[in-house]
């Protein structure tokens, strides 16, 4: 279960299902029935489904039930509750273009084997309004052959995300592959959401062949490793002219270099600038900054990177990672700055905040890099699977013991990734 889904702590199973039996005027905020919707992905189980199954067949215009029942449709997919199927695929035939989409993903999600709502997916496709990159993700998911003919056409559709979807189905579908390689330019679009789409794709078509490029490209590192995990052959240590580990530690290190950056600069931008680009949602642009900010004096931006962390940074999930990766890229800091980036390093590597997962590794090698003597008083537990479950951090203190000239301290873990770096100490 996803680490944002219980997001609503005081809210009981009971009083969910109770708000969902009241008639709008009785709601005490017009949110009450999304909220309601959203809360019984806790609660599993035929009662919480009826319940939402029931809200999909509420009639209303009111906009509040209808957003209640876009999540009602997505809750009911993660609940893997087929009997909404019916309901659900009803919904397909909705004005709410939102709940069609819902619809279709959700349908997907629960393998949905009804020849007719395949039919109703097919038809979809014709209507331009739809969200007809989801609506082939669920075909192809549901592996239903006959929609090839209909998804053909749109392997070349104006929309990247599209016509991504469309290829990756056609390698799904029918293992015709040859439009793949077309998908590799994606990876460097101008739109980072199209990047991200690019990467889904080459996923849901098990493009290995492609993987090289996927690692390249410049999106957030949470993609690259879905698409590492998803596609790497299980139990291979050398992959399409790649080593596992070294793909992974190129990962973790995330150097700018390592990727193919859609965006350049004419002329250096100055430092107020380029730290405020870590503040964007563009990554190409965050890794070109910090290409940028690279070899400057840690002294003259210490005042700026300390205002900004306070202010904004330290919790903004973006601009927090790339000021962990640029503390480890200075050098010359200050003895002052060097205590406060101390302690910043160590409550990023040891956050529970779901959305700074990515700056735990990231904090573990850079505490390696600037301040070893620390790291060392800690690196036993953060190699430890017990006390440090995430696998990325456990992998990063394997890489900051390599790096400082250690051995590992525990030889056994039960990530596959995890164990390879560790037998890569005796190679």
């Known amino acids: 279960m996803s680490r944002f889904n219980n997001i609503h702590l005081g809210l009981s199973h009971e009083e969910a299902l109770r708000i969902l039996t009241l008639p709008e005027a009785e709601l005490d905020a017009a ?19 009826a319940a939402l199954i029931a809200l999909l067949k509420k009639p209303s215009d009111e906009q509040s039930t209808r957003l209640a029942q876009r999540k009602a449709v997505e809750v009911l997919g993660h609940l893997k509750a087929e009997q909404a199927i019916p309901v659900i695929g009803d919904c397909l035939n909705s004005d709410d273009i939102y709940l069609v989409e819902n619809s279709a993903w959700a349908l997907q999600q629960l ?20 969200n007809r990159r989801v609506v082939i993700q669920s075909l192809a998911g549901l592996g239903v052959k006959e929609a090839a003919a209909s998804i053909r056409p749109l392997i070349e559709d104006p929309q990247p995300g599209v016509r991504g979807a469309a290829r990756a189905a056609m390698a799904q579908l029918i293992d015709e592959r040859v439009h793949l390689e077309a998908i590799e330019d994606h990876l460097v679009l101008p739109n980072q959401m199209d990047r991200q789409a690019a990467i889904q794709d080459l996923i849901d078509a098990h493009s290995l062949e492609l993987l090289p490029s996927v690692l390249k490209a410049p999106v957030s590192p949470a993609f690259r490793s879905r698409a590492l995990k998803a596609l790497w052959p299980e139990g291979a240590k050398e992959c399409m002219g790649l080593s596992l580990t070294t793909a992974i530690d190129t990962l973790l290190q995330d150097e700018p270099e390592d990727l193919v950056l859609v965006h350049r600069y004419d002329q250096a931008p100055d430092q107020t600038f380029l730290i405020q680009e870590f503040f964007g949602t563009d990554f190409s642009r965050c890794y070109l900054a910090l290409q940028t900010l690279k070899g400057q004096s840690a002294k003259t931006l210490w005042p700026l990177i300390q205002q900004r962390w306070e202010e904004e940074a330290h919790n903004d999930y973006g601009a927090h990672y790339f000021f962990i990766h640029l503390f480890r890229e200075l050098v010359d800091w200050p003895e002052a700055a060097l205590s406060v980036i101390e302690l910043w390093l160590l409550d990023a590597a040891d956050t529970l905040r779901p959305q700074f997962m990515k700056s735990k590794p990231a904090a573990i090698l850079t505490l390696a890099t600037v301040l070893p003597e620390r790291y060392h008083e800690e690196l036993g537990r953060w190699s430890d699977p017990e006390r440090t479950p995430f696998w990325e951090s456990r992998y990063a203190a394997l890489m900051a013991m390599d790096q400082l000239g250690l051995q590992p301290i525990h030889r056994n873990d039960p990530n596959p990734f995890v164990t390879a770096r560790i037998e890569s100490f005796n190679d």
């Open 31 to 49: 949110s009450d029935y999304y909220m309601a919707a959203s809360h019984l992905i806790n609660f599993p189980g035929e009662t919480s489904e």
């Open 111 to 130: 393998n949905c084997q009804d020849q007719a709502l395949h039919q109703r997916l097919i038809a979809l496709l014709q209507d331009e309004t739809q």
